[in-house]
Structures are given as C-alpha cells and as structure tokens.
C-alpha cells in the first residue's frame, strides 16, 4: 500500500509514520526537511513546500496514492488546495481534524460521531468543521473519498498535558510542581477530560489506511481512560514526587489574565465530556488505547530528564500565572 503523508513528523504523526512502516506501508513523507530527525527508517521524504502548487504538481505529477494523509489542513482554503492536489490521484484522502469540533459545552455527557458539531468559541474548532463540511460537499457532488479522523488532546514523550500550561515549553508545569508554586485549575477540577497517547492513536489510524468502507465516515481515536484535571494533576505529581499545590479559577478569570487561554479553555477544556471508542473499535477489530496517564507521563517525564536541554521555562507565561494567582487570591481575601 503507497501512502503519502503530508508532514508526518509532528507530535502525533511521527508515532503513525513510525508504526505504518513497522506495518510494511511503503511510506512517503512529504514535507520541507525540517524535522529529519524524525522521520523513520524506511520512509521515504518527498521535499517540498504543500502551499506552492507550480512546485506540487511537479512533484506529483507521476504519483498515484493509495491514501493521502495531511497532518497540516486547518481551514477551508487548505481543502481546496487538497482536493485540486488529490482528486484522481488516491483511493483515500485522511483528513485530520479535532474532538474540539463537537459541541461546546455538550448537552449529552457522552460523546460519539453523532454529536452535533458546533463550537463557536474558538476558530480553530469552527474551520476544521467548515474543512469537514467542504470535504462531505465535495464526496457528495464528485466523490472524493474522504475519511475524517478526530483526535482528542495527545501526548507523546516530548510533551507534558494539562489544561493551564506552556506548549512550547512543557517543563513549565514541571518547574511549577517541584518548586511548589501554585498550578492553575480551571473550574473546581471535576471536569472529565481524556488524553491519548500518540503511540495508541496510531495503532487506530494506522487501522484506518486503506480501508474502503471508511469512506465518507468519521471516527474519533481516543483513550478511553477518563480522569478529572485534579486527578490528572495529581498523577503528575506522583511520578514527580512532589505534591501539587492546587489553586481553583473560573474559567472566566483565568481568561482575563491570560486571554491566550480563553478560546483552549470555553471551546475545549474547561467542558466535561466522555468519549464513546466504540466507533473505531469496530472498524479496526482489536483496537485499545493500552498506555495510561501515569504511563506515559513517567516515559515523558524520564525523557525530558534523559534530555535536560529541553528543560526550557517559559518565563513570560510563568509571571502571568503568579499575578494571576496573586490577584486571584486577594480578591478571595477581600471576601472573606
């Protein structure tokens, strides 16, 4: 099976390039060679820039794919560049959209590929589902064989997850719980919440290539281990061996010192959902997320510490959160 990956190396993809060439996929990663490191032995690297089509149709003018999966789509624009690109030239195109799509907040606690999709409070999750809508449009009036994969938050060993923290510099959290500064919690901390760890997302998207009767169909590939963010808190406490010093904000608060986090925190985060595997379980038979928070986080935590160089502290963030905290804290005074 020929299979071209648009990206490939990123934080999810690099685990399902990995996988799918264990699996004997002949593999090709098409991206600008950024992140070499990355990409597994036998794969194949396709350089180019996707957005620069007189260069695109060069490259791909003698190929045929079976599956096309792009890792990078994030508006409408994107797909139509994508389904110019593909059409006539694979069986199947993979489109990479979010759980985040769904709505927000859920009126059902549980949440399956039927749930309605809308969430206005943050544009990310708004033009993936436009993207969905233009990619149904087109199966509908032409037949692109479009699949649509939607992940919830995942991790991997160069990452740390939480709710309030830095994505660019994920030891924050750390640095945070092991000097005993105060860790943001939206909410009270009983908001249900799933992380995926990318080694068990693949094994769903790896399932998926290929497979015909997937065509116009959605899946979301989770875990199906659901903690509350205290409890998550708590875990990465454990493997730190520091007990986490918890300190509670309303979302709204959180949003008024730190407006980067408003749209992550009302569109995703701070809304209590469980997510329903049964989906993918029955399209890829023998699926199951096997690696659990406390697992995977004690990989990550070890990597980091195997990695020291990647140890960085996002200083700007950190004195946000100790006004935040601060002010926070005296207004309650005020109260009491």
Known sequence: MKVLFIGGTGLISKEVSKLAVEEGVDLYLLNRGNRNSFVPE????????????????????????????????????????????????TEQYIFISTVATYQRPPLHYMVDESTPQHNPWWKYASEKIACEDRLRQELR????PMTIVRPSQTYGNTSIPFAVTSGVHPWTLIDRIINGKKIIVPGDGSSLWTITHNTDFAKGLVGLLGNSETIGEAFHIT???????????????????????????????????????????????STSYVVDNSKIKSFVPGY???????QGIRESIAYFEENPELQTIDHVLNEKMDYAIASYEEFLAQIN
């Open 42 to 89: 036998g794969a194949k690297v396709i350089y180019g820039d996707i957005n620069n089509r007189k260069e695109m149709n060069t490259l791909l003018d003698e190929h045929h794919f079976d599956v096309v999966v792009n890792w990078i789509v994030f508006t409408e624009a994107d797909i139509e560049r994508d389904i110019a690109y593909f059409t006539g030239k």
């Open 141 to 144: 009036e032409n037949g692109f």
């Open 223 to 269: 875990s199906d281990e659901v903690k509350t963010w205290d409890q998550y808190l708590a875990v990465l406490g454990k493997v730190v061996g520091v007990k986490p010093r918890i300190i509670h904000m309303t979302s709204e608060s959180i949003s008024l010192f730190m407006p980067e986090f408003k749209a992550p925190l009302f569109g995703d985060a």
């Open 288 to 294: 199951k997320a096997t690696t659990n928070f406390e």
